[in-house]
């Protein structure tokens, strides 16, 4: 800034940090804040443009107000060595008169030897490291209070207290669950395997049955004794009915 010139927008920050990533587009902002009764012509200027976009890059601020001013880094393919950037801007600024407006904005009004009032503030550009995601266990806390117990604590301790209390409280609940079950099938098997003996003991017991009267009616059509085989004959008969009726 020269002797002849003063201060007539107030900028705020003076550096622009950009959290560096690579291939990925980073924008900051900065203030121009006229704390002046008149009106300010701005342009902003970089050693850098086809690196950067800035918007707007030129305007005018009235009188006890403020303009912000979006400043792109384009996509880089690199970081740079030791993270170190050369690049500057310059802002420059002029005392215009009431009712002007951007289209009338030139270069030729931000020279000292145009007669108008003009400034110009020089800014760095620096790159620093992006923010770290937020811990999944811990979220950071404000300056000079304890840290708070983040939702994932909250999640992590109902995790163990289950695995601790409900765990084995569910398999005991699933064991007492499935034994009746368990009982019921076995009962049913065992019933059903003495229904099906019993309906087989059941027809052996018809099948003798009308074996017997076969055997009773032959003998009785005999005219004397009782031969000796059908005499046997019906001694089996009554040995396997005998048997059959037991089961």
């Given amino acids: 800034m020269g002797s002849d010139s003063k201060e007539l927008l107030e900028i705020e920050p003076l550096e622009l940090c950009f959290p560096f990533e690579t291939k990925k587009q980073i924008s900051c902002s900065m203030l121009l804040t006229n704390r002046t009764d008149g009106y300010i012509a701005f342009k902003v200027k970089t050693t850098s443009p086809k690196k950067y976009c800035v918007r707007p890059n030129s305007g005018i601020v009235p009188p006890r107000s403020a303009s912000d001013v979006i400043v792109t880094m384009q996509a880089q393919k690199e970081a740079p060595q030791d993270m170190q950037c050369k690049d500057k801007f310059l802002v420059q600024s002029a005392v215009v008169t009431e009712g002007t407006t951007v289209k009338d904005i030139t270069g030729e009004m931000f020279k000292k030897d145009s007669g108008n009032v003009v400034d110009e503030v020089k800014l760095k550009v620096l790159y620093v ?119």
């Fill in 129 to 247: 490291q992006p923010p770290r995601p937020p811990s999944p266990v811990r979220e950071g806390s404000e300056e000079g209070s304890p840290p708070r117990p983040s939702l994932s604590d909250g999640i992590y301790r109902d995790m163990e207290a289950t695995k601790e209390t409900d765990e084995p409280t569910s398999f005991a609940e699933m064991r007492a669950h499935k034994e009746p079950e368990e009982v019921t099938f076995e009962t049913s098997a065992l019933i059903s395997r003495l229904t099906e003996e019993r309906n087989s003991a059941i027809q052996q017991n018809n099948k003798l049955r009308e074996e017997l009267e076969m055997v009773r009616r032959e003998i009785s059509k005999q005219d004397g004794g009782f031969p000796f085989v059908f005499v046997v004959a019906v001694a089996l008969l009554g040995i396997l009915l005998g048997f059959v009726m037991k089961r």
